[in-house]
């Protein structure tokens, strides 16, 4: 029971992975504007930072919720994932990168599915951790 209980978190947690991505790219995008300097120059603004960071986090994601799935002692991927999912949840907060200032911006939207996402990452990472405790109290070489 336990052993499925951690397997439907990591199958969780792959969704969660495949949603950021989906929302980075399709429903949510962050936005695609530039940034006017004083002296004519174009930079990107912050949201494009964050949603390179996302997409990294995302992928990460994916690679440690497939890598779970296949792993005998699932405790130890699972701490990498409550990272990402902390790091996912910061991202767009001023935090870390964040987005941008104006609440009407598209980007607004990228950041509360991202927020979202990395709160259930870390809760189905707990779930899992909480649930596989057996499993880990089994290994006896660490």
């Known amino acids: 029971m336990k052993k ?12 969660t992975g495949l949603v950021v991505l989906g929302a980075k790219f399709i429903w949510a995008p ?3 504007n530039m940034l006017a300097l004083e002296n004519g120059s174009t930079v990107y603004m912050k949201c494009h930072w964050t949603g390179q960071l996302v997409v990294a ?3 990460l994601l994916l690679v440690t919720s497939i890598m779970t799935l296949l792993a005998k002692d699932y405790s130890k991927f699972q701490i990498g994932v409550i ?9 767009p907060t001023s935090a870390i990168i964040g987005v941008c200032a104006n609440e009407e911006m598209i980007c607004r939207q990228t ?3 991202i927020k979202a996402c990395g709160a259930v990452t870390v809760i189905s990472s707990m779930i899992g951790l909480w649930g596989g405790a057996s499993q880990v109290s089994q290994v006896k070489d660490w």
């Open 30 to 32: 962050v936005c695609q």
């Open 111 to 113: 950041a509360v599915w």
């Open 4 to 15: 499925k209980l951690s397997k439907a978190m990591a199958l969780i947690q792959i969704l």
């Open 57 to 59: 986090l995302g992928i």
């Open 83 to 91: 990272i990402i999912g902390i790091l996912m949840f910061l991202a």
